[in-house]
């Protein structure tokens, strides 16, 4: 099956700080990948669309001077939180979509980052 | 995206068959119909999606209605690891739009 990883799993940082989280494909390429974040009891949120070598395209709402994305690679893509707040912490998930030629393809999720900010 | 409406949780027994429904009444001729579950603290779970057809894998079947407009997800023995969120999606195209989706609950 298709396997999508994140790292790390979990960080803890002091308020002002930069993260970074990596998500990787690791047994396909991924010309696509996806960003969610997800409040707790809510459900997840998009909040931007990763495409290799090219800028990625933000959802209304999410900034992406804060949100910087870097689809380097077809098996890569990191976000980094610049400058850190309380209220950014959150669980942090990627995905990353197979072509299969069709009308629609499937997204296989990584296993997400949970970000606590202190 | 089709919007959907499901029941926000349902309750099963381990062992026997759970049928988490799903209603898509504004789903367009070509938006598929994906189903995710989500473990607590874990990233989203691929279960099927279809068309039109009715489609079996593995993990569940699902049943889509003659006319679309409703679907359901059919686990045939429900075990305590199948405890998790379910979300129906209605799409065509790269997008996931998630809604509330429906916490299924499994008793011993």
């Known amino acids: 099956g298709a396997v999508v990883s994140q790292h790390p799993s979990w960080v803890i940082c002091k308020s002002g700080t930069s993260v970074k989280i990596e998500c990787r494909s690791l047994d396909f390429q991924a010309t696509t990948m996806f960003w969610y974040r997800q409040f707790p009891k809510q459900s997840l949120m998009l909040m931007a669309t990763?495409?290799?070598?090219?800028?990625?395209?933000?959802e209304q709402g999410v900034e992406k001077d804060k949100f910087l994305i870097n689809h380097a690679s077809l098996t890569l893509s990191t976000l980094t939180v610049t400058s850190a707040h309380p209220e950014d912490s959150s669980f942090y998930i990627c995905s990353a979509r197979i072509h299969r030629g069709l009308l629609t393809d499937t997204q296989y999720f990584g296993p997400g980052t949970r970000l606590t900010v202190l | 995206d089709a919007k959907t409406t499901q029941p926000n949780s349902m309750e099963s027994n381990e062992e026997e068959p759970v049928h988490l429904p799903c209603n898509h009444s504004?789903?367009?001729?070509?938006?598929?119909i994906h189903w995710y579950r989500q473990l607590p603290s874990q990233g989203p779970e691929y279960v099927i999606h279809g068309l039109t057809s009715n489609v079996n894998n593995r993990m569940a079947s699902l049943a889509i209605a003659e006319d679309r407009k409703s679907s359901t997800l059919i686990l045939h023995r429900a075990t305590l690891r199948d405890a998790a969120v379910y979300y129906c999606i209605g799409n065509a195209g790269n997008m996931l739009t998630f809604g509330g989706g429906t916490r299924l609950m499994v008793k011993p």
């Open positions: 990763s495409n290799e070598g090219s800028k990625a395209t933000y």
């Open positions: 504004t789903i367009s001729g070509t938006d598929y």
